[in-house]
């Protein structure tokens, strides 16, 4: 029995050991400013929104429950809050979601609300691109403060 359980043991710190020596190093970090750190498959601005030194946001959205135009209009908001986050202005972003169902059908309801403090500042900007992203459906959306 004592045997046995060296034995049990022995094989289990083997397998720890081996485990643990096939762990790979960490990966790489890369720098945004480093061209191959952008995936191809991603315009430059996804990672670089800023132009000529104007403010500037990219707003990213999942397939919404609502379609397309819901879609469009959570990228927005989302562009927007990042570029009044840059602006000094104070944003508090809430999602609800709720599902009511019965055994015949279910509804599922989302609302958002952007709310900005603005002590004076107003949030001007404008839509420069859109881009889909066919992998995983998310809707990319870069806007620039005028």
């Given at each position: 029995?004592?045997?046995?359980?060296?034995?049990?043991?022995?094989?289990?710190?083997?397998?720890?050991l081996?485990?643990?020596?096939t762990?790979?190093?960490?990966?790489?970090?890369?720098?945004?400013?480093?061209?191959?750190?952008?995936?191809?498959?991603?315009?430059?601005?996804?990672?670089?929104?800023?132009?000529?030194?104007?403010?500037?946001?990219?707003?990213?959205?999942?397939?919404?429950?609502?379609?397309?135009?819901?879609?469009?209009?959570?990228?927005?908001?989302?562009?927007?809050?990042?570029?009044?986050?840059?602006?000094?202005?104070?944003?508090?972003?809430?999602q609800?979601?709720?599902?009511?169902?019965t055994?015949?059908?279910a509804?599922?309801?989302?609302?958002?609300?952007s709310?900005?403090?603005?002590s004076?500042?107003v949030?001007?900007?404008?839509?420069?691109?859109?881009?889909?992203?066919?992998?995983n459906?998310?809707?990319?959306?870069?806007?620039?403060a005028?």
């Amino acid at each position: 029995m004592a045997l046995f359980r060296v034995t049990v043991a022995g094989v289990i710190a083997g397998l720890i050991l081996v485990g643990c020596g096939t762990l790979s190093s960490a990966p790489a970090v890369h720098s945004v400013t480093e061209p191959s750190a952008v995936p191809s498959r991603f315009p430059a601005w996804v990672f670089e929104p800023a132009q000529e030194g104007k403010i500037a946001g990219v707003g990213i959205a999942k397939p919404h429950i609502n379609g397309k135009q819901a879609q469009r209009q959570l990228a927005i908001e989302r562009a927007l809050d990042e570029i009044a986050r840059q602006m000094g202005v104070q944003v508090t972003s809430i999602q609800k979601l709720s599902t009511v169902g019965t055994s015949s059908h279910a509804t599922t309801m989302m609302e958002s609300y952007s709310l900005q403090t603005t002590s004076g500042k107003v949030v001007t900007a404008s839509v420069k691109a859109w881009w889909h992203d066919d992998e995983n459906e998310e809707l990319y959306v870069w806007m620039v403060a005028q």
